[in-house]
T-cell receptor, first 117, second 111 residues
Framework: NAGVTQTPKFRVLKTGQSMTLLCAQD?????MYWYRQDPGMGLRLIHY???????AKGEVPDGYNVSRLKKQNFLLGLESAAPSQTSVYFC????????????????FGPGTRLTVL | DAKTTQPTSMDCAEGRAANLPCNHS???????VYWYRQIHSQGPQYIIH???NNETNEMASLIITEDRKSSTLILPHATLRDTAVYYC????????????FGGGTRVLVKP
């Protein structure tokens, strides 16, 4: 199993450009998440999804859109990139099967490093 | 979810035990204590979690005080690869909870 993969690994955008970050998981997890991490800071939740076709806002959703058309994929879109969106973006997934106390064991991808000039 | 307080940083000698404290005085009865770590430039990694009993797995041990207001993560024999930021997170049992990553403790394992 590959676990959680993210595409691309690095990207440089100019202000105003758009792009989509792809997250894929092969663990059949129901829940998926997008976080951002600014230098020296902890992770902050952008959006999350509790299942195929559903999405919800996290702590810092402004400027981002998401879609979960397939259970294994979670897309994060930036419609008009701004320098403030320069960050490392992490995707994660978690399961609702098995022991309930393990629901919060999230599996993270390797991250996408985005620079907006 | 309860707020946690951790030291900003700590050093540890290679081969020695590393004891990482976490205060969570407002934890409620149905909230778990989770520990994650983030090695430089990588995604966070789950380590261990507990409710009220002490827990041990292949990576670490978790000691939770009887009043559950604090806990300690123990790395029994720290290696250089354990250098990372360690996050203590208190969260309810329900699925899909949103992990809140605070500042964490930056652990530097020295040879």
């Amino acid at each position: 199993n590959a676990g959680v993969t993210q595409t691309p690994k690095f990207r440089v955008l100019k202000t105003g450009q758009s792009m989509t970050l792809l997250c894929a998981q092969d663990m059949n997890h129901e829940y998926m998440y997008w976080y951002r991490q600014d230098p020296g800071m902890g992770l902050r939740l952008i959006h999350y999804s509790v299942g195929e076709g559903t999405t919800a806002k996290g702590e810092v959703p402004d400027g981002y859109n998401v879609s979960r058309l397939k259970k294994q994929n979670f897309l994060l879109g930036l419609e008009s990139a701004a320098p403030s969106q320069t960050s490392v973006y992490f995707c994660a997934s978690s399961s609702t099967s098995g022991r309930a106390q393990l629901y919060n064991e999230q599996f993270f991808g390797p991250g996408t490093r985005l620079t907006v000039l | 979810d309860a707020k946690t307080t951790q030291p900003t940083s700590m050093d540890c000698a290679e081969g020695r035990a590393a004891n990482l404290p976490c205060n969570h005085s407002t934890i409620s009865g149905n909230e778990y204590v989770y520990w994650y770590r983030q090695i430089h430039s990588q995604g966070p990694q789950y380590i261990i979690h507990g409710l009220k009993n002490n827990e041990t797995n292949e990576m670490a041990s978790l000691i939770i005080t009887e009043d559950r207001k604090s806990s300690t993560l123990i790395l029994p024999h720290a290696t250089l690869r354990d250098t990372a930021v360690y996050y203590c997170i208190v969260i309810g049992k329900a699925a899909g909870n949103k992990l809140t990553f605070g500042g964490g403790t930056r652990v530097l394992v020295k040879p």
